[in-house]
């Protein structure tokens, strides 16, 4: 394994920003993550998988180690469940395919999610009503420190609203290797009532969806409103809705009578940031390379060259402005390298 210096970055990042790294190595097994952690695990070092949340700098002075792990394997299974374990680099989409296609059921609402495996406990990726949290049975992930592979159950996550473990008190000593999810093989449990999936599905005359109508309901949806990242540069939902009181809620929605909104419980209401962006002025805006997409509000964009200081700028200016107008505060959901 050769480790490569001033290496561009640009088709490693969703963004498609132009950076790079002062060091860099892909490792496509967990022997071979172990021997250059082993080697170099006191330096400064960068774990970059799929690449798809996350808004890197231009100049990553460190080690990139860009865990290629491939591999899927039924490791236990019924009648009704089966445990599928796939490894870190295995394509998100591709392996919610393949779970479809072989009739396991749970993960398709997050179809089309940009992105590796190995990256979704991390965020707990959600979309259409439906989270990691809610199949992910364990994961293994391997100590920076001791090289020692750890399995973390569901619980051990601590996984909340695109929060888990490994972004809080594990951030950065650990690197996960691979994801076991428990699916299942009868008795799915279709959710088609979040968001327009109900609507695209009547629009086919579908009344009771398999998982691949599901899957294909949910596809036809991010198309229409998200670009591809190999088209126009771009990490998904940049934001995450903010989660409110509903004190706060009831002052504001006073003000702002046609806010759309979720109750949660007894006391937090979440809010689109979408919507938040779009009544701010910004959806659709370019300002030079960066801009809003003109079809979701959520998502910023890169229009060729835009840098990761630019992207940031407007952030923090839509940020600003929503919360001057709303008094909401909204965060970052990307990952800011």
Not at 48 to 72: E, F, P, Q
Not at 146 to 169: H, I, L
Not at 265 to 278: C, F, N
């Amino acid at each position: 394994m050769d480790i490569l210096t001033n290496y561009s970055l640009k088709k490693y990042n969703t963004f498609g920003i132009d950076a790079s790294a002062s060091r860099f190595i892909a490792v496509h097994s967990v022997t071979q993550l172990a021997e250059v952690l082993k080697e170099h695990h006191d330096e400064k070092l960068f774990i970059l998988g799929g690449g798809s949340n996350m808004l890197l700098a231009r100049y990553i002075d460190a080690l990139v180690i860009h865990t290629d792990i491939k591999g899927k394997e039924v490791v236990w299974q019924n009648d009704e469940t089966v445990h599928i374990k796939a490894m870190a680099g295995e394509n998100w989409h591709e392996f919610v395919l393949y779970c479809i296609d072989n009739g396991y059921g749970g993960i398709e609402n997050l179809s089309l999610i940009p992105g590796n495996v190995g990256t979704t406990p991390i965020q707990n990726i959600g979309a259409y009503g439906t989270e990691i949290k809610d199949t992910m049975v364990s994961c293994e992930a391997m100590d920076i420190a001791t090289q020692e592979t750890v399995t973390f159950t569901n619980a051990d996550c601590e996984f909340g609203y695109r929060e888990s473990v490994f972004k809080g008190k594990f951030k950065n000593k650990y690197v996960i290797t691979s994801v076991t999810f428990g699916l299942t093989k009868t008795a799915h449990k279709i959710n088609v009532s979040y968001g327009d999936i109900a609507a695209e599905l009547v629009k086919h005359n579908i009344v009771t969806p398999t998982l691949k109508e599901v899957s294909n309901a949910i596809t036809a949806i991010r198309q229409s409103k998200l670009p591809d990242p190999k088209e126009l540069g771009n990490s998904g939902s940049f934001f995450k809705n903010p989660i409110i009181t509903i004190e706060e809620f009831e002052r504001i929605y006073l003000l702002h009578p046609t806010m759309p909104h979720y109750t949660l419980d007894d006391t937090y209401v979440k809010v689109p940031a979408g919507w938040l962006i779009e009544q701010a002025g910004f959806k659709g805006k370019r300002f030079g390379d960066a801009g809003v997409h003109a079809k979701q509000a959520l998502v910023l964009v890169n229009y060729g060259n835009a840098t990761s200081e630019e992207l940031l700028s407007l952030a923090r200016k839509i940020q600003e402005t929503v919360f001057n107008t709303f008094g909401i505060k909204i965060e970052a959901e990307v990952n800011i390298v």
